[in-house]
T-cell receptor
Framework: EAQVTQNPRYLITVTGKKLTVTCSQN?????MSWYRQDPGLGLRQIYY???????DKGDVPEGYKVSRKEKRNFPLILESPSPNQTSLYFC????????????FGDGTRLSIL | AQTVTQSQPEMSVQEAETVTLSCTYD???????LFWYKQPPSRQMILVIR??????QNATENRFSVNFQKAAKSFSLKISDSQLGDTAMYFC??????????????FGGGTRLMVKP
């Protein structure tokens, strides 16, 4: 089954404690991205990657890091989380050809205390 | 930069009735794609319908159809014969058509739709 898998689905942690949210896709997609969803703001892109070892900033990259060492994985790293990063996070992937719509993971609810 | 605006934060409709969700966008691009995504309480993001800007014909998918007005930069979603399972947050989204630009989506703030029995 084609899917984008995020882990964990829920996480409560404290300010300053480094965390990683994993994202994996099994569709051999070149393009992967991370979004955060906040009430009234919709989803905003954090970072994206157009292929292995190619990443770039989206609209709200501050406080986040990503890496793309393998095509299937695109982890989101919060080196020193702060309460304003409390949000619902989505990973998405798509093929680069034909402007295909993105497939989304099921979301990760992060709470930073 | 593109912006997408959904002016209705919340809407409700009676089961079996028709409802229209509004979306406007601002862009200087001539070629682009527009989408409606549904997010039920399960939080999944489900693609409902897609429209290519170069197509004049409005897209339809079963009970879902759009009214795409390119000159007015408007992209509304009509849901006919509303069902209880249509209760969800609906997001309008914009994507540029540009080679190697990445497939970044710009989303509106969402409309929460409640279908009442």
């Amino acid at each position: 089954e084609a899917q984008v898998t995020q882990n964990p689905r829920y996480l409560i942690t404290v300010t300053g404690k480094k965390l990683t949210v994993t994202c994996s896709q099994n569709m051999n997609h070149e393009y992967m991205s991370w979004y955060r969803q906040d009430p009234g703001l919709g989803l905003r892109q954090i970072y994206y990657s157009m292929n292995v070892e190619v990443t770039d900033k989206g609209d709200v990259p501050e406080g986040y890091k990503v890496s793309r060492k393998e095509k299937r994985n695109f982890p989101l790293i919060l080196e020193s989380p702060s309460p304003n990063q409390t949000s619902l996070y989505f990973c998405a992937s798509s093929s680069q050809t034909g402007n295909q719509p993105q497939h989304f993971g099921d979301g990760t609810r992060l709470s930073i205390l | 930069a593109q912006t997408v605006t959904q002016s209705q934060p919340e809407m409700s409709v009676q089961e079996a009735e028709t409802v229209t969700l509004s979306c406007t966008y601002d862009t200087s691009e001539s070629n682009y794609y527009l989408f409606w995504y549904k997010q039920p309480p399960s939080r999944q993001m489900i693609l409902v319908i897609r429209q290519e800007a170069y197509k004049q014909q409005n897209a339809t998918e079963n009970r879902f159809s759009v009214n795409f007005q390119k000159a007015a930069k408007s992209f509304s979603l009509k849901i006919s014969d509303s069902q209880l399972g249509d209760t969800a947050m609906y997001f309008c989204a914009f994507m540029k058509e540009r080679e190697n630009a990445g497939n970044m989506l710009t989303f509106g703030g969402g409309t929460r739709l409640m279908v009442k029995p």
